[in-house]
């Protein structure tokens, strides 16, 4: 490894408040710079050239965000590139700074150079690096894991398996090579980065019930087989954040998020294994993703509406705690959608800004319509159908990255309405099965498996729940349904926040007719712990929860 750090004087950081530009994200973040490893190169994701590694990560509004310790800034805009997933593999050009990739929700991988990082909006230009990865529910950088000295790449599929990409030293890669199957067993995979010092970068995975596993790299794009980290309690972390070096010392760390929103330090030792944690910084409960975590991307729909029955219109934030908590109650129309006269669903992003959307069905025309300022032009989505009872906006059901629609019509049909990413307009709808009549309610914002591909529930009269898993086929977008439970029939409304408490699964909400409103957190294998009071009053009175 090569020798180009400069030495530099013990010292530590003051914790800066971030400035409007960051408003979704209250939190600070505390750089704690050791004596630097001389013998060690640059730290990975050092946009500052401080020798630590710096926080790079999108909020809810899609925006890609620095975050220095020192300053921060908003380096990649939505209106100039729609980020699903973030990756900071290092330098992959060979100019001595530091680069971002991007992978947005139809499977475009971008490469994003790190020469204007320290500039508003400089990372927004950006080449198109590969396309047709949305076949990939995770990709990662573990680092060089061929001896080349260039960043390579992980992709694993929803049927879990890992393929390796060698990194190209041009900001491409090469040819994909099948690694391992089995890879659905984890909720998180993390490009670690060489954490036992051998000059290979590493992979860790968690499992859904918090075991944390290290796969060594050996040298040729390979794994070792895994050796247990933690045997339990990592399941308490909604993001493990891998691949950078935070305190300065040339070695390999670990940073995670709890359910609170606070961050930890895990410091690496250099031989695979970790320091205890250190309190790092709070307030981050309401960044969607950080570059390097190990979940799957949540992508749309983060938070609900709410509908009086005169048709005033209401947005609940999610606000990334582990109890659902709902913020920022924001009024978006006053009587302008009555339930006598529309129907309403708030659909997982039909177009590429990566926002959810408003679906209306006027009931007397059938029209199915976007009244999103965006959809101006032309908000007619289809002409639909004046028997449709339901309208669900699910997500990607077809497995090209675009938002979907379903629509069930008063005899039981349902139909997909092909989404085409534009948001003002589908494709031709496709009749898929008779029989939905015998539900009460049809649910769904995203992945409720861990598969990365969005999924539904449905409650029969009688209050039994069915999760129907996502097969990302357009001719068959459901698996045969799978019975979750019954006594669901003491809500009187039933819904999905999308991820409420930032761990990139689906979640769902209910209420009861005396107001009390209960948070389900997702497990991210189809089912849901237990449920959690987030109000024991006050939501009566609405006609519509979505």
């Known amino acids: 490894m090569s020798s180009n750090r400069r030495r530099k004087p013990r010292r530590r950081q003051a914790v800066v408040a971030l400035g409007a530009a960051a408003a979704l994200v209250a939190g600070v973040f505390l750089m704690m ?20 590694s710096d926080l790079v990560y999108r909020n809810a509004a899609g925006q890609l965000y620095i975050h220095t310790g020192a300053a921060e800034t908003m380096v990649v805009d939505t209106d100039v590139s729609k980020v699903k997933d973030v990756l900071t593999p290092g330098d992959l050009n060979g100019d001595g700074k530091q680069d971002v990739l991007t992978l947005t929700p139809t499977g475009a991988l971008r490469f994003h150079t790190g020469l204007y990082a320290s500039v508003p909006g400089g990372m927004g230009s950006y080449s198109t690096v590969e396309t047709g990865w949305q076949i990939y529910n995770k ?3 573990p680092g060089d894991m061929n001896g080349d000295s260039k960043p390579d790449l992980l992709a694993r599929t929803p049927a879990g398996s890992l393929y390796f990409y060698p990194g190209s030293g041009d900001g491409s890669f090469g040819t994909r090579v099948l690694v391992g199957t089995g890879w659905q067993a984890y909720d998180e995979v993390i490009g670690a980065g060489d954490l ?15 075991a944390l596993y290290r796969f060594a790299g050996v040298s040729g794009g390979k794994l070792a087989a895994r050796v247990l980290v933690g045997a339990s309690g990592w399941q308490q972390f909604n993001q493990i954040i891998g691949g950078g070096d935070w305190d300065g010392n040339g070695k390999t760390d670990l940073l995670v998020r709890d359910f609170a929103g606070a961050l930890w330090f895990y410091a690496g030792k250099g031989n695979g294994t970790f320091a205890a944690r250190v309190a790092r910084s709070t307030g981050w409960q309401t960044a969607t993703q950080f570059a390097g975590a190990g979940n799957n991307p949540q992508y749309g729909k983060y938070g609900i509406m709410a509908r009086t029955t005169a048709g005033s219109l209401y947005r609940y934030q999610s606000g990334g705690t582990a109890t659902g908590a709902l913020i920022n109650k ?18 997982s992003a039909l177009s590429q800004n ?45 497995g090209d990255g675009n938002g979907d629609l379903l629509a069930r019509n008063s005899s039981g049909t349902l139909y997909l309405y092909p989404g085409t990413g534009s948001g003002m307009a589908v494709g031709t709808r496709v009749t898929l099965s008779a029989g939905w009549q015998q539900y009460n309610a049809l649910v769904g914002a995203g992945d409720f498996t861990g598969d990365g591909r969005a999924d539904i529930v449905a409650r029969t009269t009688a209050g039994v729940l069915y999760l129907y898993k996502g097969t990302g086929s357009a001719s068959a977008p459901f698996s045969a349904r799978v019975k ?51 109000a024991a009053s006050g939501w009566t009175g609405w006609a519509d929860l979505l």
């Open 330 to 347: 924001t009024l978006i129309g006053a009587s302008a959608w009555p339930s006598s006269t529309t129907r309403l669903a708030y659909a």
């Open 139 to 141: 990709v990662i950088a």
């Open 196 to 210: 036992n010092g051998d000059g290979v970068g590493d992979v860790l995975a968690r499992t859904p019930a918090g």
């Open 33 to 52: 710079p050791a004596d630097a490893d001389t013998s060690s190169g640059p730290a990975r994701g050092d946009f500052d050239a401080d020798g630590t």
């Open 354 to 398: 990566g926002l959810a959307d408003l679906v209306v069905h006027t009931k007397s025309t059938g029209k199915l319509t976007n009244p999103a300022l965006y959809a101006t032009a032309d908000p007619l989505l289809a002409a639909g159908s004046t028997s449709y009872n339901l309208v669900l906006g699910p997500g990607d059901l077809t």
């Open 484 to 534: 979750l439970g019954s006594g669901w029939q003491q809500y009187n409304k039933l819904f999905s926040p999308g991820d409420a408490n930032g761990d990139g699964k689906a979640d769902l909400m209910a209420t009861t007719s005396a107001g009390a409103l209960y948070f389900y957190a997702g497990t991210g294998t189809g089912t849901f712990k237990a449920r959690v009071k987030t």
